[in-house]
């Protein structure tokens, strides 16, 4: 079955650009009909989405953050990457990758993240 | 604030059905599908319910969706100590334009 891991610096210094990849194994990211997810959580809190890319490279991002945060793709090493600019400490949190089915069925979205990373804590710090 | 909203937390006795809300808006649950995860402690979240009501492969039966107008609930009957976790209600807003997400539940089984 599908896997995801996280990777990348687990400290960042402020203003500097977090960087974070997510390998996928067991399938490939260009294969088709999936998008492919960031989600992060601050420390004690809920589930905020950052962005989608899909298997075309086409991306989606949150309003809140889509000024500082590129989604991108690597098909030749099944991998996708994340990374958000000019970060500070309200950046801290634990980055999660997943795969996200995303389907439009008569103007209703159906939609979910599954398998999830067992994510990443990333914090920023001067 | 999430703009979906869940009951920070609720208990239940083993042996007893406990259900968890989630309400949001003619943008989010009203006109799109909700799907709910499963955030043991100290590990990533994990899909419990996705198309409002359906169970994915190797999920129990004893986990339950549904929903009706704008609100979303989730079901478990005869919860159990190794079901105590964060539970997150999850959809698409079509106002927003993105993916939303209850602030989540902690399910403490007495």
């Known amino acids: 079955q599908v896997q995801l891991q996280e990777s990348g610096p687990g400290l960042v210094k402020t203003s500097q650009t977090l960087s974070l990849t997510c390998t996928v194994s067991?399938?490939?990211?260009?294969?088709?009909?999936?998008?492919w997810s960031w989600i992060r959580q601050h420390p004690g809190k809920g589930l905020e989405w950052i962005g989608n890319?899909?298997?075309?490279?086409?991306?989606y991002y949150n309003t809140s953050l889509k000024s500082r945060v590129t989604i991108s793709l690597d098909t030749s090493k099944n991998q996708f990457s994340l990374k958000l600019s000019s970060v500070t400490a309200a950046d801290t949190a634990v980055y999660y990758c997943?795969?996200?089915?995303?389907?439009?069925?008569?103007?209703?979205?159906?939609?979910?993240?599954?398998?999830w990373g067992q994510g990443t804590l990333v914090t920023v710090s001067s | 604030q999430s703009v979906l909203t869940q009951p920070p937390s609720v208990s239940a006795a083993p042996g007893q059905k406990v259900t968890i809300s989630c309400s949001g808006s003619?943008?989010?649950?009203?006109?799109?599908?909700v799907s709910w995860y499963q955030q043991l402690p100290g590990t990533a979240p994990k899909l419990l319910i996705y198309?409002?009501?359906k169970r994915p492969s190797g999920i129990p039966d004893r986990f339950s969706g549904s929903k009706s107008g704008t609100s979303a609930t989730l079901g478990i009957t005869g919860p159990q100590t190794g079901d105590e976790a964060d539970y997150y209600c999850?959809?698409?807003?079509?106002?927003?334009?993105?993916?939303?997400f209850g602030g989540g539940t902690k399910l403490t089984v007495l």
């Open positions: 997943a795969r996200y089915d995303r389907v439009v069925v008569v103007a209703a979205t159906i939609n979910w993240f599954d398998p």
């Open positions: 067991g399938g490939s990211i260009s294969s088709g009909g999936y998008y």
């Open positions: 890319i899909y298997y075309s490279g086409s991306t």
């Open positions: 003619s943008s989010n649950i009203g006109n799109n599908y």
């Open positions: 198309e409002n009501n």
């Open positions: 999850g959809t698409w807003d079509s106002s927003l334009s993105a993916v939303v």
